[in-house]
């Protein structure tokens, strides 16, 4: 089915590294997207693009930054984790086009990052 | 302001019976409802949507309703099965948001055997 991958799926790293949570995705998709979501807790957007050198910051402040060099490849980095980074890194996509405006999301499994 | 609520953070059902989750919504421009589904560990999966021109959408065992006056929508899983045992997001767009989508918090559904 959906082709989109999450590396690592599990880390937990100490303050002040840094980190770098891997996404990519098969399907040719042009728009991705990253949400962070906590148990309980609405998914909240923190970075999208919509192709190659696009990218924009999401609804929700964050601190980390994103790169679109390659359609498939998303990457998300913290330049220096903190403990408040603690949650759950949800990488989507979609294709782009009139025809897909309402196609759901394709998610990765996530990527469950703590920060002691 | 949350525009999109699921005020049900869990929901205990009978295997075999009907399971019913709400989602209500404050924002009278959004257009467009969709169902997500999510086991631990994993990512949302799509389950159902439902555009603002229709009142009902029906795929096997799930059913979507919207009430528009009432801001409202609910999913309807018959008959419920132990593999529904998860946590069930509703999710909204609209046209003037590039279809961005608001999400809810999300309802446990756990089925009972």
């Known amino acids: 089915e959906a082709d989109i991958y999450q590396t690592p799926r599990y880390l937990v790293i100490g303050t002040g590294k840094k980190i770098t949570l891997e996404c990519s995705q098969t399907?040719?998709?042009?728009?991705m997207y990253w949400y962070q979501q906590d148990p309980g807790m609405e998914l909240h957007l923190i970075h999208y693009?919509?192709?190659?050198?696009?990218?924009e910051k999401g609804d929700l402040s964050s601190e980390s930054t994103v790169s679109r060099i390659r359609t498939e490849h998303f990457p998300l980095t913290l330049e220096s984790a903190r403990p408040s980074h603690t949650s759950q890194y949800l990488c989507a996509s979609k294709p782009t086009g009139a025809q897909f405006y309402n196609s759901p999301l394709h998610f990765g499994n996530g990527t469950r990052l703590t920060v002691t | 302001d949350q525009q999109v609520k699921q005020n049900s953070p869990s929901l205990s059902v009978q295997e075999g019976r009907i399971s019913i989750l709400n989602c209500d919504y404050t924002?009278?421009?959004?257009?467009?409802f969709l169902w997500y589904k999510k086991y631990p560990a994993e990512g949302p999966t799509f389950l159902i949507s439902?555009?603002?021109i229709k009142d009902k959408n029906e795929d096997g065992r799930f059913t979507v309703f919207l009430n528009k006056s009432a801001k409202h929508l609910s999913l309807h899983i018959v008959p419920s099965q132990p593999g529904d045992s998860a946590v069930y997001f509703c999710?909204?767009?609209?046209?003037?948001?590039?279809?961005?989508?608001?999400w809810g918090a999300g309802t446990k559904l756990i089925i009972k055997p």
């Open positions: 439902i555009s603002s």
């Open positions: 399907m040719g998709h042009d728009k």
């Open positions: 924002n009278s421009m959004f257009d467009y």
């Open positions: 693009s919509y192709g190659v050198n696009s990218t």
């Open positions: 999710a909204a767009s609209y046209t003037d948001s590039n279809y961005q989508l608001i």
